[in-house]
């Protein structure tokens, strides 16, 4: 009898696409102009075009792309107003939630983060931006997650992969890994209010390095 070659459903090819040109966007190999054209896409994924045009659909609804006009989809090009709003919103909740990880901190999530800290710093040290990025937004992840809070998991997970895109704009890597290990010894002294101090910090030098590696200077978060 002969062999049946498995179909994988369309659902999980629109799935794969998706998560494939997205990561091509946030490591910067499809950059902010670069028009998505389904033919090409279809032939270089081996797949046919429906699955790239639902694909592209989602990544417009997740603010990666737009069109340009009703047949031409580009990568979006972040403006200044994009980044403030989005750091506005990360201040609010990516605070909160070390406030709330530094009172319910368990010894594995501490040791989950110190984890990711060590695999941070060997990145840091080869220069590997993707793995930097990766592993960063695994630990702010990681600190979500130890707040014990789902709805702030929720909240930031329709934005998690823009912020990640934009963040890795930011390629000023000593000093994130600088950054991370305060953060997370403030976590792990228990203190609320000190890990809420060194969130807040961090997160605001981290959107002027972001405005900076962008838009060559700090913005009010005004459109240019």
Known sequence: MASMTKIEPLGAVRERVLAELRQEI??????????LVERDLADRYGVSRVPVREAIRALVA??????????????????????????????????????????????????????????AAT??????????TDINSRLHDRIV???G?????AALEPVAGRLRW??????????LLIEHREL???????????A???????????YRSTVRQLFGEDSSGEDR
């Open 145 to 147: 997650a130890m707040s």
């Open 196 to 206: 809420r101090a060194h969130a807040l910090a961090h997160v605001q030098t981290n």
């Open 62 to 119: 997740e603010g990666f792309v737009h069109f340009e006009t009703p047949r031409r989809a580009v990568v979006r090009r972040l403006t200044p107003t994009d980044v403030k709003e989005l750091f506005e919103l990360r201040e609010a909740l990516e605070v909160y939630a070390a406030g709330l990880a530094a009172a319910r901190a368990t010894p594995q999530g501490l040791a989950e983060v110190e984890e990711l800290l060590d695999l």
């Open 166 to 175: 934009m963040t890795r704009r930011n390629e000023e890597w000593p000093q």
């Open 123 to 132: 990145a840091t040290e080869a220069g590997d931006a993707e793995a930097i």
């Open 26 to 35: 946030i490591a910067g190999r499809l950059r902010p102009g670069d028009r």
């Open 184 to 194: 997370y010894e403030a976590i792990a002294s228990g203190d609320p209010e000190r």
């Open 149 to 153: 809070n789902t709805l702030l998991t």
